[in-house]
């Protein structure tokens, strides 16, 4: 955890100016620095940072200055005083905006000096500053507001030794954050005798539950089989196409009857059975002139075919949003190498998977204003005070991504299976699933939502060594 200490001139200059009460200075710079410490560890933590490469810090300026206290007769903000005073902690590089809900970029000055302090030492402080209110709380309110994941603290340790900061190429600032969270997590669950809590956020109205924090469902993958250990995942296979294969026998049987789902909608019948045969035949459409490497490319092409499915253009143009900044569109955005994303642009497999898509969202869409209509106005949904087709079907998908992964649930709870994580479509369990109970599990799946094309990825993850 990061640890700050202000040079003293900081603090003479400030009793000089608030001699009375004698120790008022001193507390109230203690506040403000306290404050300001909690938000660079959090911008560390949370990977809002760029100070790997340039010493900067994501941060809201307007919250640190509200949060520092106020001082003297005329009760002026710490950080006001500071800054109008030549005493600045830190300075602003890029400015943030409060419309946009961005922080500033943000750089420390030479009044003050910044540890990287280990927070295995210190469990307790680790702890706490998760869960400030913690001891507080009753066990009902924690089994309530509380999911708990156990950790393998000797995988995780280990993890760390692996990717110690100086074996950390400067460039690498995701590593770097993966760095920080590990040992987050080890001290907060080595506080709890190897128990992770994770605190429930209010409940989304698009049907996924989310954790505050650092949580076992964002952080990067190789961490999280570091802290989980030995123990096995399950996912829905190929979920977002898999659900709206689900409304494929709709169109069937109106336009084309009789005809096979692996005709009509061939490219998503293929992603859904088998996607990566799909994948990599795109791959060679696009990366002809690439040196990535082949997981990075595999990666690239998921990402871009996911956004498709909830609705970005095929288009790698940028556009201009309401604050006059410019950015780039989906696709764009992940392939950002301009001649791999114009390949991809005009990979035939791609359009015809992008046909097949719109021909499945006009089909749902239908269904929505004949059986859900109300969903056409509910303010739950609607993006900017306008409803898109977009929000629309991210709403529709995780409430049925959450229906199916709660039948999993309940078999597993049903069998005493012990659940480590839950991660919106997918569940991590200690132990592996029998193929008599996978198969009832996915065939309870089916029958309950009417939708055949629901199955359950099987991986093994490994605790590090």
């Known amino acids: 955890m990061i640890k700050l200490a202000v040079d003293s001139s900081v603090l003479v200059a400030l009793k000089l100016a608030f001699p009375k009460p004698a120790n008022r200075a001193a507390t109230a710079l203690n506040k403000y620095v306290i404050a300001l410490e909690d938000m660079l560890n959090d911008s560390v933590l949370k990977d809002h940072n760029h100070y790997s490469l340039l010493n900067l810090y994501s941060i809201s300026l307007h ?23 030549g005493y600045e902690l830190v300075k602003s590089e890029v400015a943030g905006s409060g419309i946009a809900k961005q922080n500033s970029e943000v750089k420390l000055t030479q009044l003050i000096h910044i540890t990287d302090v280990d927070d295995r030492l210190h469990p307790k402080e680790a702890f706490e500053k998760m869960h400030p209110n913690f001891a507080d709380l009753t066990q009902q309110q924690i089994d309530s507001d509380y999911d708990i994941t156990e950790v393998d603290i000797s995988s995780l340790n280990k993890y ?19 760095f920080h969270q590990a040992r987050r997590i ?16 209010k409940p989304s109205p698009f049907g996924r539950t989310y954790y505050e924090g650092i949580s076992v469902q964002n952080v990067n993958k190789t961490l999280r089989e ?8 399950y996912d829905i296979r190929s979920s977002v196409v898999s659900w709206k294969l689900g409304f494929a026998k709709t169109y069937i049987d109106t336009h084309k009857p009789n ?26 459409d696009v990366f002809k002139h690439s040196h990535k490497d082949d997981d990075k490319k595999t990666g690239l092409i998921k990402e871009a075919i996911t956004a498709l499915n909830f609705g970005a253009r095929l288009s790698g143009n940028t556009y201009i949003d309401k604050q006059g900044k410019g950015h780039r569109q989906a ?35 239908a269904w929505v204003k004949s059986t859900k209509p109300e969903l056409l106005s509910s303010t739950k949904i609607k993006n900017d005070k306008k409803l898109t087709k ?10 049925a991504e959450t229906d199916v992964m709660d039948i999993v649930r309940s078999y597993a709870n049903q069998n005493n299976l012990t659940i480590m994580a839950n991660i919106h ?11 008599s109970l996978k198969k009832k599990i996915e065939q309870a799946m089916k029958a309950a939502t009417n939708n055949h094309y629901w199955f359950l990825g099987e991986k093994k993850l490994n605790r590090y060594v």
Not at 425 to 435: C, E, F, G, P, R
């Open 390 to 399: 977009q929000s629309l079907m991210s709403y529709l998908y995780q409430h």
């Open 425 to 435: 479509d997918a569940i991590i369990l200690k132990k592996k699933l029998n193929v």
């Open 186 to 201: 080890v001290a907060a669950a080595s506080y709890k005798s190897g128990l992770y809590y994770q605190k429930k956020k």
């Open 160 to 178: 760390i030794d692996s990717i110690a900061p100086e074996g950390i190429e400067p460039h690498k600032r995701k590593l770097k954050t993966c």
């Open 226 to 233: 570091a802290m989980l250990g030995n123990c096995w995942e």
């Open 331 to 365: 696709i764009a955005g992940i392939l950002t190498n301009s001649i791999d994303c114009q390949l991809f642009l005009r990979s035939q497999l791609v359009k015809d998977f992008l046909a097949e898509q719109k021909i499945l969202d006009g089909v749902i869409m």
């Open 259 to 284: 005809s096979a789902i692996d005709k009509v909608f061939p490219v998503c019948h293929q992603y859904s059975v088998d996607k990566s045969i799909l994948i990599n035949r795109i791959k060679l």
């Open 63 to 85: 919250k640190l200055a509200n949060k520092g206290p106020q001082i003297g007769p005329d009760k002026i903000r710490i950080h006001a005083w500071l800054k109008k005073n």
